[in-house]
């Protein structure tokens, strides 16, 4: 079956550190994948997309790689601040013309 | 502010009741989608529409129906509620790019409690 997998554990890392999330799927063929961050009580907001011939795309201080043949993206913060923590979901569309999210991991940045 | 609105915010109401939740997308986007968000739980999608027609359609219960009005604003009914169905509902539209992607733009969600 189809499926994508974010941990599910929490990552906690000290401020000025990166902070790396990972993404794995499972039976897609995605044409590109998409990462938003949620915080708690709001709607996600869209961060990076990056296509499947795409290896890495960047964005001020966050950095996201595709490998279609691992079925994996990493979602890199570079110099982590208090203000990323949030949960970072990544989301690709199916066949069907269908959004699907993972399920998210929370990053919490110490000061 | 993405854009999107969706009102209410804030919905209380008792089981067995039936709600309207509404929501207006970005000036120009076509595609409206529903999404469940349960306490702790990632997002479910529920259905999309683009201009006026279903486009596909998720794990969404017999209970909930929706539907997109020609002014393209979209609402999703929720009948006989159970105390399952409290959640935050967020709805979130997008245009489709020439490069064939789409990016979602979600709104505020509304907070619906079922007591």
């Known amino acids: 079956s189809q499926k994508i997998e974010q941990n599910s554990e929490a990552l906690n890392i000290q401020e000025g550190k990166t902070a790396t999330l990972t993404c794995n799927y499972t039976?897609?063929?995605?044409?590109?994948l998409q990462w938003y961050r949620q915080d708690p009580g709001r709607g996600p907001v869209f961060l990076l997309l990056i296509r499947e011939n795409e290896k890495e795309k960047r964005k001020e201080r966050l950095k996201v790689t595709f490998d279609t043949t691992l079925k994996q993206s990493l979602f890199h913060i570079t110099a982590s601040q208090p203000a990323d923590s949030a949960t970072y979901l990544c989301a690709l569309k199916d066949s069907s013309y269908k959004l699907i999210f993972g399920s998210g991991t929370r990053l919490l940045v110490r000061p | 502010d993405s854009g999107v609105t969706q009102t209410p915010k804030h919905l209380i109401t008792a089981t067995g009741q039936r709600v309207t939740l509404r929501c207006s997308p970005r000036s120009g986007d076509l595609s409206v989608y529903w999404y469940q968000q349960s306490l702790d739980q990632g997002l479910q999608f529920l259905i999309q529409?683009?201009?006026?027609?279903?486009?596909a359609k998720g794990n969404i219960l017999e209970r909930f129906s929706a539907q997109q009005f020609p002014d393209l604003h979209s609402e999703l009914n929720l009948s006989s509620l159970e105390l399952g169905d409290s959640a935050l509902y967020f709805c979130?539209?997008?245009?489709?790019?020439?490069?064939?992607?789409?990016?979602?733009?979600f709104g505020p969600g509304t907070r619906l409690t079922v007591l």
């Open positions: 039976n897609y063929s995605p044409a590109y």
């Open positions: 979130a539209s997008s245009v489709l790019t020439s490069g064939g992607t789409d990016t979602q733009y």
């Open positions: 529409y683009y201009n006026g027609e279903e486009r």
